[in-house]
């Protein structure tokens, strides 16, 4: 009897222990099957949060393109207007308006200005010689086959309604009666060119006209030239941009 009874004792140990075993397996296979559903949901959660990321950057990346082409096609629009509308390019050619602007400088004239005012270094369609007859009324001048150019490039001495006189004994230029301060000029003037007998009134609506280097140039004291109208004014200078080491602006 006492072995039958050792016997139910160690069996039922063995069952409570393969029990426990078993309880144990179920525990550690749940416990893994829920670590392994945390895991999954872990990295669908990192890669969500990878492929939002990656949106962000590609997106970030679109608006960075897009703007750099808006800022390029916006600069190219301002560039084409104000090469359209403001400032043209003019080869300045021959030594009229030296030292100011010698032969084969490259400057801007812009068509947009007041005045002209005196001082302004304007751009001339010298087509035409306006002069003076002896009563002071315009009279034009066919210059055809002059030696000069069409286009001129000279300095702005005196204004519609001004009194001009030269005076080459003294090389004065006088406005409204008071002697011109003239730093810019290269030499003094030593001719009154012969196209008018000074003092004269300039005439409303024209400008009289002078070169900076006042004995090698043909300007409004000459026939060829005379006083400039207006509508031949093609515009003012204001930018001396080559070569680059005389860049300067030409305001007076």
């Known amino acids: 009897m006492a072995d039958i ?47 939002e990321e990656a949106e962000k950057k590609e997106s970030k990346i679109v608006d960075d393109i897009l703007e750099i082409i808006e800022s390029t096609l916006l600069a ?32 801007f004239m812009t068509t947009v200005y007041t005045g002209p005012h005196y001082g302004d270094i304007i751009v001339i369609n010298n087509d035409m010689a306006y002069l003076l007859d002896q009563s002071g009324n315009v009279i ?37 009666g008071k002697v011109l301060d003239e730093p810019y000029i290269k030499e003094t003037v030593n001719s009154t060119g012969g196209a008018f007998n000074f003092p004269i009134t300039v005439p409303e609506g024209y400008y009289f006209v002078m070169g900076d280097n006042r004995r090698g140039s043909a300007d409004s004291r000459f026939p060829e030239v005379g006083l400039i109208k207006k509508e031949q004014i093609y515009g003012k200078a204001v930018l001396r941009y080559s070569p680059i080491k005389d860049f300067k602006i030409l305001l007076f």
């Not at 016997?7 to 099957?33: G, Q, Y």
């Not at 359209?84 to 084969?104: C, F, R």
């Not at 034009?140 to 002059?146: A, E, F, L, N, P």
């Not at 030696?147 to 406005?175: M, N, S, Y």
């Open 140 to 176: 034009d001048k066919d210059i055809t086959g002059s030696d000069l150019k069409e286009c001129i490039i000279k300095r702005v001495i005196a204004e519609p309604g001004q009194t001009l006189d030269i005076d080459a004994e003294k090389e004065q230029v006088i406005v409204d």
């Open 5 to 51: 009874t050792k016997d139910k004792t160690e069996n039922n140990e063995i069952e409570e222990i393969a029990d426990a075993v078993e309880e144990t397996v179920e525990e550690t296979a749940e416990t893994a099957e829920e670590i392994a559903e945390s895991l999954d949901d872990d990295d669908e959660e990192t890669v969500k949060e990878q492929d």
């Open 76 to 107: 190219v629009f301002v560039i084409v207007m104000i090469f359209t509308y403001l400032l043209h390019p003019v080869n300045v050619v021959g030594g009229s308006m030296n030292d100011t602007l010698v032969n084969g400088n490259r400057i």
